[in-house]
C-alpha cells in the first residue's frame, strides 16, 4: 500500500459544477496537507496549505482534513475551464522531516465549457 | 530571478549516455530540493539541500544519480549511463528555510528522454 492514495480520475465536469478531490493516507505523522495544481508542461503550484485537522476556504476552494479518517479533500464551487488541471495531494510529517513531500500521483481535472 | 529556473526543458539522449540538469532557484532560498515525476507515479523525493550541504539523498534511486549545489544557489543533478527507466520529469523546488513543504515553489521541470 502507498503511503498516499488518490484516484487519478480522469474526471470530466460541466462548468459551474462543484468538484470534489480526496486522498487517502496511511502515515499517522504526516501534519501538513497541501494541494497542488499543476497545468500541462509546468511545475505545481500550491493551491491550499493546511496544518493538522480543520477546514480551510480560500474564494473557491475549500480544502478539509479529517486526521481520524486519514482522509483530506480539495472542493472547488463553480469550477471554470481554467480549473482545468491535474490536482495533486501532498503531506509531511512535522518537525525536522516537514520539508519531505509525499505525493498522490495526481486526479485530471476537465471543467468543459 | 522571479521563479525557479531549470534548463534544459527537455533532454532526449542515448542510453549509457551521461546528462546533467540545471536549477537556479529563487534568490534567498537556502533549500532547495529534487524530485522526479514519471508516467503514471506520483512525485518522488530525490534530495534535499540546506545551502551547499545534502542532509537528505534518501530518494536517489542508484548510485548513478549524483548532485551537487555551489554557492548556496545553483543546483545540477547529474544522471551517469542513463537508463531507459530514467525517462522522467524531474523537478526543482526552492523555499526559505523552516517552510517545510508548504513554502515549496516549483520550477517548470526538465523533461528527460532516454532514447
Known amino acids: 500500500q502507498k503511503e498516499v492514495e488518490q484516484d487519478p480520475g480522469p474526471l470530466s465536469v460541466p462548468e459551474g459544477a462543484i468538484v470534489s478531490l480526496n486522498c487517502t493516507y496511511s502515515n499517522s505523522a504526516f501534519q501538513y496537507f497541501m494541494w497542488y495544481r499543476q497545468y500541462s508542461r509546468k511545475g505545481p503550484e500550491l493551491l491550499m496549505y493546511t496544518y493538522s485537522s480543520g477546514n480551510k476556504e480560500d474564494g473557491r476552494f475549500t480544502a478539509q482534513v479529517d486526521k481520524s479518517s486519514k482522509y483530506i479533500s480539495l472542493f472547488i464551487r463553480d469550477s471554470q475551464p481554467s480549473d482545468s488541471a491535474t490536482y495533486l495531494c501532498?503531506?509531511?510529517?512535522?518537525?525536522?522531516?516537514?520539508?519531505?513531500?509525499?505525493f498522490g500521483k495526481g486526479t485530471l481535472l476537465t471543467v468543459n465549457p | 530571478g522571479a521563479g525557479v529556473s531549470q534548463s534544459p526543458s527537455n533532454k532526449v539522449t542515448e542510453k549509457g549516455k551521461d546528462v546533467e540538469l540545471r536549477c537556479d532557484p529563487i534568490?534567498?532560498?537556502?533549500?532547495l530540493y529534487w524530485y522526479r515525476q514519471s508516467l503514471g507515479q506520483g512525485l518522488e523525493f530525490l534530495i534535499y539541500?540546506?545551502?551547499?550541504?545534502?542532509?537528505?539523498k534518501s530518494g536517489l534511486p542508484s548510485d548513478r544519480f549524483s548532485a551537487e549545489r555551489t554557492g548556496g544557489s545553483v543546483s545540477t543533478l547529474t544522471i551517469q549511463r542513463t537508463q531507459q527507466e530514467d525517462s522522467a520529469v524531474y523537478l526543482c523546488?526552492?523555499?526559505?528555510?523552516?517552510?517545510?513543504?508548504?513554502?515549496?515553489?516549483f520550477g517548470s521541470g526538465t523533461r528527460l528522454t532516454v532514447v
Open positions: 539541500f540546506q545551502g551547499n550541504s545534502a542532509p537528505d
Open positions: 501532498a503531506m509531511s510529517a512535522s518537525g525536522g522531516s516537514n520539508y519531505k513531500l509525499t
Open positions: 523546488a526552492s523555499s526559505h528555510t523552516g517552510q517545510g513543504g508548504h513554502g515549496y515553489t
Open positions: 534568490s534567498g532560498h537556502t533549500a
